[in-house]
């Protein structure tokens, strides 16, 4: 192999190598680019977890104030049951001790 067939060779390796860099360094790319299309889709996707994120913070502190609401509420009506109840239950002493009192009266 004289020098210019050597010259000719080693550059059509260097081309074929450059091409194959080349070559793959544009699939890489194509496998690897994100559209603008798929950037915009990924932040509305973005947006709409953002904002059902904030819809279901806002129903959680709705619910817990709701229920605070409701403990009290009932609470409250516990404590009117139990005076309602205590009423009725001397209102019943009160009845019978009348009755005792009302009968002693016929019969004396």
Do not use: C, P
Request: net charge negative.
């Amino acid at each position: 192999m004289n020098r210019s067939e050597f010259i000719i060779v080693t550059a059509i390796i260097l081309f074929v190598a450059f091409g194959l860099g080349w070559f793959a360094h544009w699939l890489i790319h194509r496998f690897k680019r994100v559209s603008q299309a798929d950037m915009d889709q990924l932040e509305r996707m973005s947006q709409e977890l953002h904002e059902a994120e904030e819809t279901r913070d806002q129903a959680i502190t709705y619910l817990q104030q709701r229920e605070a609401e409701l403990t009290n509420q009932l609470a409250q009506t516990e404590a009117e049951l139990r005076a309602a109840m205590d009423g009725l239950r001397e209102a019943r002493q009160e009845a019978e001790e009348m009755r005792v009192y009302v009968e002693r009266l016929n019969q004396g």
